[in-house]
């Protein structure tokens, strides 16, 4: 067995977005059971606090990070800067082996931080346009993994790979009379499930409203498993009840695999995470790409996989209750038509996708470590015994 001083320690900045979170917690999973230590760091929301919190056995820790957004420009640079800072005296404190950053605010200062005490750095890019911090920081850090091939010839980094999306284990497909009656659903009954992502989307919320008398008419077996976000609960809870549908409603919910496990068919935004996820568990779905995400990216994604058959794609400037509600009826009335779309989405899930990014940076941890092994045994040390008695004291008091 490893010793806490011999085991490599990788910090993972995954944080703003389940979209850059859970991806980072399925490399966390994937370090760990190869032997390393796992620091995540996350911003303060909520949706990573609470996904933190029930992280099994994860060490982590929360940065003062806060998005870049269009009038609030210098709160972005002085919580970067603050996040920096921290950032740095933790890794002071214990030097990280390694540092991956999974996108998003968090992960500017983290890897920062990383050079200043020369730690190799790692990205990884989950949709196929590339978000502004990586493109930021991919000039500066030692590799680059990505989903999309497109995202490749976006990267200003000589070393560019291809290593899939990383899902977390638990997401492969599961019985779903199970998964029905662990949510209160009836088990013999179509579901239909609306997601928006980790933060909701009142775009397909309201949506979704305005199509239920046209569902009403036709699909009135079909039961409805909504995840609304925070802001939308109580409207969209209400609205179920007044037209008397069979639905259960929640603002968040961290057992996905269960909701995914659940559904016959899904309505979705595209984000990377929650398409990867969709296509581990195989759920058809109409993905309604998200308009206002950073260069349209979550259209990108959409269309790689509609033009492949594994979604239906419907821009939300396009869309209609009843365009939507007929794409509904479309796929619940056919089962030869979801068939052929579970088959094409088999071929967007890599399980090893999150096993291939650790094997990278341990790869090269190992690479760092042969060259400094070598640089150390072939300088003279003046190193005293003050000194290890130090590193040592300050090694307990970071754990």
Sequence with gaps: MQSAASTPLVAIAAGGTGGHLFPGLAVAQALTDRGARVLLLVSPKEVDQQAARTAPGLEWRTLPAVALQKGRAGAFVGALFSSWRTASKWFRARRPRAVLGMGGFTCVATVLAAKGVRAATFLHEANAIPGRAIRWLAPWVDEVCVNFPAAADRLRNPSVRQVGMPVRAQFRPLEPEACRLALGLEPDRPVLLVMGGSQGAAGVNELMLRALPRLAERARELQLLHLTGAGDFEKVRTAYFVQQRRAVVRPFLAEMELALGAATIAVSRAGASSLAELAAMRVPAILIPYPAAVDNHQLYNARALAESGAARLLEQWQATPDLLARLIFELVERPD???????????????????????????????????????????????????????????????
């Design 337 to 399: 038509g979801r068939e052929a779309m579970s088959s094409a989405l088999a071929r967007w899930h890599d399980p090893a996708a999150a096993a291939r990014v650790a094997e990278r940076v341990l790869e090269r941890i190992d690479l760092s470590a042969d060259k400094e092994a070598s640089r150390v045994t072939s300088e003279p040390t003046n190193r005293t015994p003050g000194d290890t008695q130090r590193k040592a004291q300050t090694e307990e008091a970071w754990r």
